[in-house]
């Protein structure tokens, strides 16, 4: 199923999507103790995820008309930092160091984990802002997103599957000047409006795992990122394992996977975003994210 975040009267509440997508259910309407996305995630026991599933799949025609509410992203204001990979497709560890070899370049026998704040994740058609009093290269990058279900500490790989509560598109927004001058990453991927997130969480039920799911961008139409999650070089399974052997994810954790090639700064010469442009990143199963640069 496909859960979302949507304002209603100055409310913010978690909702299931109708199978038709066309309508959505509040999910305290189902008499679930839950508003937010966050609290459905840290408290939704299995038989009450059953009743979501339930309703989703026999409510085509009932709850309220999409249209009708505003979508915002899935996890509106995250509790913690989202936790990113970089660098982990081959094709894009290429163009990256193509681009700023003393910024990208050399071995790596483990993954990159940087941070980025989202003191609120941009929705489904709203603006990222350009930032242009800092930022001279505006660079997009779609990404798979894994929500962690539950506190999850030492797990192995194999058990990884099962602290996964579902997955969203995320759309790793870089300043790649700020980024580069900096020794580390944080600041230019953490810019206000930098994390489009949504435009649902599909749960996990409905994706095999490990993840084999295609990943696509478009910017103003034009096809940029065309790949899939099965050529991550550090899978789902890992990295939630290898993480958890030394912190906890606590329920709501979001881990953004990493890109594939065709960002903007893999052109040769760049192709960064300006305002007016408009990215839309896809994955399969999920849907897209559109959000035009102002
Ligand atoms: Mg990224």
């Known amino acids: 199923?496909?859960?979302?975040?949507?304002?209603?009267?100055?409310?913010?509440?978690?909702?299931?999507?109708?199978?038709?997508e066309r309508f959505v259910l509040p999910v305290s309407s189902l008499g679930l103790p839950y508003e937010s996305m966050q609290e459905l995630i840290c408290g939704l026991t299995a038989a009450e995820r059953q009743l979501l599933?339930?309703?989703?799949?026999?409510?085509?025609?009932?709850?309220?008309?999409?249209?009708?509410?505003?979508?915002?992203?899935?996890?509106?204001?995250?509790?913690q930092d989202v936790i990113c990979l970089g660098i982990n497709y081959m094709d894009h560890a290429d163009e990256a160091s193509r681009y700023k070899a003393d910024a990208f370049g050399g071995e790596r026998p483990y993954p990159i984990y940087f941070s980025k704040r989202v003191n609120r994740a941009v929705a489904d058609h709203e603006p990222i802002p350009a930032h242009e009093n800092l930022v001279d290269s505006l660079d997009y990058e779609c990404e798979l997103a894994v929500i962690i279900g539950r506190d999850t500490k030492n797990v192995s790989e194999e058990e990884a599957a099962d602290c996964i509560f579902g997955y969203t598109i995320l759309n790793d927004v870089s300043a790649r000047n700020v980024q580069t001058r900096h020794k580390q990453w944080y600041f230019g991927k953490s810019l206000d409006g930098f994390t489009p997130m949504g435009p649902c969480i599909l749960t996990d039920d409905e994706v095999a795992f490990p993840p084999k799911l295609s990943v696509r961008s478009r910017v103003n139409?034009?096809?940029?990122?065309?790949?899939?999650?099965?050529?991550?070089?550090?899978?789902?399974?890992?990295?939630?394992?290898?993480?958890?052997?030394?912190?906890?994810?606590?329920?709501?954790?979001?881990?953004?996977?990493?890109?594939?090639?065709?960002?903007?700064?893999?052109?040769?010469?760049?192709?960064?975003?300006?305002?007016?442009?408009?990215?839309?990143?896809?994955?399969?199963?999920?849907?897209?994210?559109?959000?035009?640069?102002?």
Do not use: Y
Request: charged content about 15%; hydrophobic content about 40%; overall charge negative.
């Open 1 to 20: 199923m496909k859960l979302i975040t949507f304002e209603k009267d100055g409310r913010e509440l978690a909702g299931v999507l109708s199978r038709n």
């Open 53 to 79: 599933s339930d309703a989703a799949a026999g409510q085509d025609g009932q709850g309220l008309p999409v249209e009708s509410v505003r979508l915002l992203a899935p996890i509106p204001c995250p509790a």
């Open 221 to 294: 139409g034009e096809l940029r990122q065309n790949s899939t999650t099965e050529l991550l070089i550090f899978g789902v399974a890992h990295v939630i394992s290898e993480l958890s052997s030394g912190m906890t994810l606590k329920a709501g954790t979001i881990i953004a996977t990493g890109t594939p090639a065709g960002v903007g700064m893999g052109f040769t010469p760049p192709r960064f975003l300006h305002p007016g442009d408009v990215v839309e990143c896809s994955i399969e199963g999920i849907g897209s994210l559109t959000n035009p640069v102002h």
